[in-house]
């Protein structure tokens, strides 16, 4: 069964930064590209960020700017550089393949982000 663990995640003042990592097993990510996802309490998980096997990015346009996705398909591993954070940004973070369908979700990574 595929394993995702996301890391990274914390306590964060608005205007900072912080940089999410994710790791998958198998070759997840280099045959299916990823992409990372967030739910607030309260609301639906939605798209952030992803990204296809071959490089190409899609963002959410409330991030558009201030998050970069990447990722390296040799070790199936993904980041998240997340700079110029807000408290609307504050959730619990996950990474994934761009679905639907999608696999096993991980525990997810608590970004909180105080005004």
């Known amino acids: 069964q595929v394993q995702l663990v996301e890391s990274g995640g914390g306590l964060v003042q608005a205007g900072g930064s912080l940089r999410l990592s994710c790791g998958a097993s198998?070759?997840?990510?280099?045959?299916?590209?990823m992409g990372w996802y967030r739910q607030a309490p309260g609301k639906q998980r939605e798209l952030v960020a992803s990204?296809?096997?071959?490089?190409?990015?899609n963002y959410a346009d409330f991030v558009k700017g201030r998050f970069t996705i990447s990722s390296d398909n040799a070790k199936n591993t993904g980041d998240l550089q997340m700079n110029s954070l807000k408290p609307e940004d504050t959730a619990v973070y996950y990474c994934?393949?761009?679905?639907?369908?999608?696999?096993?979700w991980g525990r997810g990574t608590q970004v909180t982000v105080s005004a």
């Open positions: 198998g070759s997840l990510f280099s045959l299916n590209g």
């Open positions: 990204i296809t096997r071959r490089g190409s990015t």
């Open positions: 994934n393949i761009p679905g639907p369908p999608f696999v096993s």
